[in-house]
C-alpha cells in the first residue's frame, strides 16, 4: 500500500483546504484510514479517522482540537481519503500525513494512536497565518 497526500499550502486564519490521500496497491474498503499532524518540536498527532463498520458503512472520529472544524471521507472508487478543513487557525500548522491499517480483532478503528497505522504517506504542510 502506497499512500500520497497533497493539497496542503499557504492559507489565512478563517480558510479552508481539502487534502487528498490517493492510495494505491492493495486497499480493500475494510482498511481504516487516520490523519495525522507534527508541528515543530511536538508529537504526531491524531486529527481525523475512518474506519469500516461493515459493507458500506464507516465510522469517524476527530479529537476535540477540530471536531466540527475538520471532515474526514472516502471515495472508494478513486481509492482517495480526503481531508476537508474550514475555520483553519494557526496552530492547525503543522504537517499532515495520511496513514492506512489494515482490519484487526485487537484495535478498533479509527484509532488514535499512530502506533496502530501500518502505511504512511510523506507529509503535506499545511501553514496558516494569522
Known amino acids: 500500500v502506497q499512500l500520497q497526500a497533497s493539497g496542503g499550502g499557504l492559507v489565512q486564519a478563517g480558510d479552508s483546504l481539502r487534502l487528498s490521500c490517493a492510495v494505491s496497491?492493495?486497499?480493500?474498503?475494510?482498511?481504516?484510514v487516520g490523519w495525522f499532524r507534527q508541528a515543530p518540536e511536538k508529537e504526531r498527532e491524531f486529527v481525523a479517522g475512518?474506519?469500516?463498520?461493515?459493507?458500506?458503512?464507516?465510522?469517524?472520529d476527530y479529537p476535540d482540537s477540530v471536531k466540527g472544524r475538520f471532515t474526514i471521507s472516502r471515495d472508494n472508487i478513486k481509492d482517495t481519503v480526503y481531508l476537508e478543513m474550514r475555520g483553519l487557525k494557526p496552530e492547525d500548522t503543522a504537517v499532515y500525513y495520511c496513514?492506512?491499517?489494515?482490519?484487526?480483532?485487537?484495535?478498533?478503528?479509527?484509532?488514535?494512536?499512530?502506533?496502530?497505522?501500518?502505511?504512511w504517506g510523506q507529509g503535506t504542510q499545511v501553514t496558516v497565518s494569522s
Open positions: 475512518i474506519g469500516w463498520c461493515g459493507p458500506n458503512s464507516y465510522s469517524t
Open positions: 496513514s492506512a491499517a489494515r482490519r484487526s480483532s485487537v484495535v478498533l478503528y479509527p484509532s488514535r494512536s499512530a502506533l496502530d497505522y501500518t502505511y
Open positions: 496497491g492493495h486497499f480493500p474498503r475494510s482498511y481504516a
